[in-house]
């Protein structure tokens, strides 16, 4: 069956940095776009990077310049590293990925808690 794991949340002041991995199994990875999204309390989720099949990535305004996602195709995992953490920054992060080819199957993970505080 699908899997995808995340880890790599935690708790760090503002001004600080994390990194969060999401390992997949049990996909085709390197056919599937990976993406990362956030929730935070009250909030709906929304997206924070994405990043297509061949590498072209893309990032919600208030990311830019600060997280970068990359994937490693041979160990089957997308990270996302933050920098410059803002306490507007914490929420449960989630992974997804989405088949290239129709028809479009979404997996998603179960969620990393990231808590920028001082």
């Known amino acids: 069956q699908v899997q995808l794991v995340e880890s790599g949340g935690g708790l760090v002041q503002p001004g600080g940095s994390l990194r969060l991995s999401c390992a997949a199994s049990?996909?085709?990875?390197?056919?599937?776009?990976m993406g990362w999204h956030r929730q935070a309390p009250g909030k709906q989720r929304e997206l924070v990077a994405t990043?297509?099949?061949?590498?072209?990535?893309n990032y919600v305004d208030s990311v830019k310049g600060r997280f970068t996602i990359s994937r490693d195709n041979d160990m089957n995992t997308v990270y996302l590293q933050m920098n410059s953490l803002k306490p507007e920054d914490t929420a449960v992060y989630y992974c997804?990925?989405?088949?290239?080819?129709?028809?479009?199957?979404?997996?998603w993970g179960q969620g990393t808690q990231v808590t920028v505080s001082s």
């Open positions: 997804n990925a989405v088949r290239v080819l129709a028809p479009r199957f979404t997996y």
């Open positions: 049990g996909i085709t990875f390197n056919s599937h776009h």
């Open positions: 990043i297509t099949s061949v590498g072209n990535t």
